[in-house]
């Protein structure tokens, strides 16, 4: 049961160009949505994360944007650098309920020079 | 400063075979997870350990079993492995207070069951 869909699978972009990644969740109890990135052969590390009572946060060429009203959440790269390639992974959960983070399937990302 | 940390990196198994995966972690975090991560699935979580001497459930425990064998190491055992876990198995571990939100992963283990 996947509570968190996440679009696209893959995705190439140019550098310099911007990259968007979408997700969408259906529990509205889910109130914590961080993002991770996952480097080839490493584990996941948290990138940046949004809680629904902003609808934007902002850290560097970096930002999540959220529209409560559609449950849904993305993530959007500024000026894309072949070092951002990587697999992007959203995930939700609920105060509380860190233990059951639910994570999305994951984008693949590759920026080409 | 490690972080946490899986062994084996890479490991064969056949059908039927049991072994166990390690994980410690270094950071003083108080739970600890293992996540199995399969294309098009995403991180799964397969069990959790809220706190020393605890352990629970995730979404996909079956066919597997976990010691948190003290605050720093959580292991996972596979009894009789199956081609279906065929995988990379991830731990992690989350602190308290500003570290509360931050899952630390380690850096995987991938397990090939023919």
């Known amino acids: 049961q996947q509570q968190v869909k996440q679009s696209p699978q893959s995705l190439i972009v140019q550098k310099g160009g911007i990259s968007i990644i979408n997700c969408a969740y259906e529990n509205t109890a889910f109130d914590y949505f961080p993002w991770y990135q996952q480097f080839p052969g490493k584990g996941p590390a948290l990138l940046i994360a949004?809680?629904?009572?902003?609808s934007e946060k902002k850290e560097g060429r970096f930002t999540i944007s959220f529209n409560k009203s559609a449950k849904q959440f993305s993530l959007h790269i500024m000026d894309s650098q072949p070092g951002d390639s990587a697999t992007y992974f959203c995930?939700?959960?609920?105060?509380?309920?860190?233990?059951?983070?639910?994570f999305g399937a994951g984008t693949r990302l590759a920026v080409h020079p | 400063n490690a972080g946490v940390t899986q062994t084996p990196k890479f490991q064969v198994l056949k059908t039927g075979q049991s072994m166990t995966l390690q994980c410690a972690q270094d950071m003083n975090h108080n739970s600890m997870y293992w996540y199995r991560q399969d294309p098009g699935m995403g991180l799964r979580l397969i069990y959790y350990?809220?706190?020393?001497?605890?352990?629970d459930k995730g979404e996909v425990p079956n066919g597997y079993n976990v010691s948190r064998l003290n605050k720093r190491e959580f292991s996972l055992r596979l009894e009789s492995a199956a081609p279906s876990q065929t995988s990379v198995y991830f731990c992690?571990?989350?602190?308290?207070?500003?570290?509360?939100?931050?899952?630390?992963f380690g850096a995987g283990s991938r397990l090939t069951v023919l």
């Open positions: 949004i809680r629904p009572d902003v």
């Open positions: 995930a939700a959960t609920f105060s509380g309920g860190y233990n059951k983070l639910i």
């Open positions: 992690a571990s989350r602190g308290v207070g500003s570290g509360a939100n931050v899952l630390t």
């Open positions: 350990s809220a706190s020393e001497g605890t352990t």
